[in-house]
């Protein structure tokens, strides 16, 4: 083989696997965006008016009943603001997964996890959560299989993160089976359910839900013991920068299903509606950025702080709430039996002056409850450090204070080992003066 001659730069071929590998990329990402902006453009003319009365089955969750539709309208309303309203709410996921997809992808596109899980995000935001597909298929039926291969492909990569983050490897290595496993009862799943397929779709489909849900329980098995047995400092904080995101999903999902009464196609009043589908999608908003703090390792160590402060703020607003509302009740039946059956904002000052006058000791008993509880290790360091800082306030022996000194690193830092050296002075105490 000829060799290029001096002088001259070695020859380079046009494709690289570097090369091809982004392009997949873009092309992976860009189809089913370019399907979200058509069905973004179809969702805003279906929930511009009410279904039919006579057959209300709308390819949206969002289409409003006739009778949704006039209590919308008589509160002042245009149903072109509930448009827009639902528009906006699927662009915002859309645009914060996108967003945190390309800067995982341009960050970290070297890497299998940076790869898969930016791919997660654009099918996360595009297509699996935004409810516009319904709406191009209803619309342009010849794009059903498009739409169906990305909820194939976007469903094997949801899955993979499960088992795959944050390091890109399968922990223990036979999850990998169940990955597999997992995808294939999908894919057979999502084939029966979008093409009606015979031979006793019920069953079958009944079938891959159970495979699945044992498939996604290995594969949080696989996490927690990632993190309790293979998992490097670094490892464990990625983990919970995940998990945090998943959190704030299983908080939002509840909370827009309680809204709904459980069912998203109730009928309820529409700004209710939308509070019930928002807010599962603003839930689902912490998952990108949870992911790109994980994959990038961005603030990593910011994790511990947060988690501590959603504890305390968390159990500080929930107790607090309940004793203004034993406040409230108390006072009303108290100061209402002595006014004849009338409420006097007495009452409310009084249990407002009382919630400001517990705020301060309720934060920090329920602060070092959750220290105790929940972050022993820097608790313990903190009242250790503090019985150091009065010790030396009254210790003359050098010889204690370096023993102390040294036992206190030992038990709040645990070091491998520990060793003090004192340097020595060069000037000798003056001579005691007689």
Same mark, same amino acid.
């Given at each position: 083989?000829?060799?290029?001659a001096?002088?001259?730069?070695?020859?380079?071929p046009l494709?690289?696997?570097?090369?091809l590998?982004?392009?997949?990329w873009?092309?992976l990402?860009?189809?089913?965006?370019?399907l979200f902006i058509?069905?973004?453009?179809?969702?805003?003319?279906?929930v511009?008016?009410?279904c039919?009365?006579?057959?209300?089955t709308?390819?949206?969750?969002?289409?409003?009943?006739?009778?949704?539709?006039?209590?919308w309208q008589?509160?002042?309303?245009?149903?072109?603001?509930?448009?827009?309203?639902v528009?906006g709410?699927h662009?915002?996921?859309?645009?914060?997964?996108?967003?945190?997809a390309?800067?995982?992808?341009?960050?970290?596109?070297?890497?299998?996890?940076a790869?898969v899980?930016?791919?997660?995000?654009?099918v996360?935001g595009?297509?699996?959560?935004?409810g516009?597909?319904?709406?191009?298929?209803?619309?342009?039926?010849w794009?059903?299989?498009?739409?169906?291969?990305?909820?194939l492909?976007?469903?094997?990569?949801?899955?993979?993160?499960?088992?795959?983050?944050p390091?890109?490897?399968f922990?223990p290595?036979?999850?990998?089976?169940?990955?597999?496993?997992?995808?294939?009862?999908f894919?057979?799943?999502?084939?029966?359910?979008?093409?009606?397929?015979?031979a006793a779709?019920n !069953?079958?489909?009944?079938?891959?839900?159970v495979?699945?849900? $044992?498939?996604?329980? +290995? &594969? /949080?098995?696989?996490? =927690?013991?990632?993190?309790?047995?293979?998992?490097?400092?670094?490892?464990?904080?990625?983990i919970?920068w995940?998990?945090?995101?998943?959190?704030?999903l299983?908080?939002?999902?509840?909370?827009?299903?309680?809204?709904?009464?459980?069912?998203p196609?109730?009928?309820?009043?529409?700004?209710?509606?939308?509070?019930?589908?928002?807010?599962p999608l603003?839930?689902?908003?912490?998952?990108?950025?949870?992911?790109?703090?994980?994959?990038l390792?961005?603030?990593?160590?910011?994790?511990?702080?947060i988690?501590?402060?959603?504890?305390?703020? !968390?159990?500080?607003t929930?107790?607090?709430?309940?004793?203004? $509302?034993?406040?409230? +009740? &108390? /006072?009303q039946?108290? =100061?209402g039996?002595?006014?004849?059956?009338r409420?006097?904002?007495?009452?409310?000052?009084?249990?407002?002056?009382?919630i400001a006058a517990l705020?301060?000791?309720l934060?920090?008993?329920v602060q070092?409850?959750?220290?105790?509880?929940?972050?022993?290790?820097?608790?313990?360091?903190?009242?250790?450090?503090?019985?150091?800082?009065?010790?030396?306030?009254?210790?003359t022996?050098?010889?204690?204070?370096?023993?102390?000194?040294?036992?206190?690193?030992?038990?709040?830092?645990?070091p491998?080992?520990?060793?003090?050296?004192l340097?020595?002075?060069?000037?000798?105490?003056?001579?005691?003066?007689?």
């Amino acid at each position: 083989m000829s060799q290029p001659a001096a002088g001259q730069p070695p020859h380079r071929p046009l494709l690289s696997w570097r090369g091809l590998t982004h392009a997949a990329w873009w092309v992976l990402a860009g189809y089913p965006t370019l399907l979200f902006i058509v069905g973004l453009a179809l969702e805003y003319g279906e929930v511009r008016q009410p279904c039919d009365p006579l057959n209300c089955t709308p390819p949206s969750l969002f289409t409003l009943t006739p009778a949704q539709a006039v209590a919308w309208q008589a509160a002042g309303l245009s149903l072109d603001l509930y448009a827009a309203v639902v528009v906006g709410q699927h662009l915002y996921i859309a645009a914060v997964c996108t967003a945190c997809a390309l800067l995982i992808f341009l960050r970290g596109s070297d890497q299998l996890i940076a790869y898969v899980g930016s791919l997660a995000l654009v099918v996360l935001g595009t297509t699996l959560v935004s409810g516009v597909s319904g709406t191009v298929i209803a619309a342009i039926p010849w794009l059903r299989p498009f739409i169906t291969l990305t909820y194939l492909w976007g469903n094997a990569i949801f899955p993979a993160l499960l088992f795959l983050l944050p390091d890109g490897r399968f922990v223990p290595r036979w999850s990998r089976w169940f990955f597999i496993l997992f995808v294939g009862a999908f894919s057979v799943g999502v084939l029966f359910n979008d093409y009606k397929l015979p031979a006793a779709p019920n !069953a079958i489909q009944n079938l891959a839900t159970v495979v699945m849900a $044992l498939c996604a329980l +290995v &594969g /949080l098995y696989g996490q =927690v013991y990632r993190y309790r047995q293979a998992a490097t400092p670094v490892v464990r904080k990625q983990i919970l920068w995940m998990a945090l995101g998943l959190i704030g999903l299983g908080v939002a999902i509840p909370a827009g299903a309680l809204l709904s009464g459980g069912d998203p196609a109730a009928e309820i009043a529409p700004q209710m509606k939308l509070l019930s589908l928002g807010i599962p999608l603003v839930g689902v908003s912490g998952i990108p950025v949870s992911l790109a703090v994980a994959i990038l390792r961005y603030r990593l160590w910011d994790i511990d702080l947060i988690i501590r402060r959603t504890l305390i703020y !968390a159990s500080l607003t929930a107790l607090l709430a309940f004793i203004y $509302l034993l406040c409230v +009740v &108390g /006072l009303q039946a108290v =100061v209402g039996g002595l006014a004849g059956g009338r409420q006097p904002a007495l009452v409310t000052v009084i249990s407002t002056l009382t919630i400001a006058a517990l705020f301060g000791p309720l934060r920090r008993r329920v602060q070092a409850a959750v220290d105790r509880r929940f972050f022993r290790r820097k608790y313990d360091a903190a009242q250790l450090l503090a019985a150091f800082g009065h010790t030396l306030r009254d210790e003359t022996d050098l010889a204690r204070l370096s023993d102390q000194l040294v036992e206190i690193t030992a038990r709040t830092l645990q070091p491998a080992s520990t060793s003090l050296w004192l340097r020595a002075t060069d000037r000798q105490a003056p001579p005691p003066t007689s």
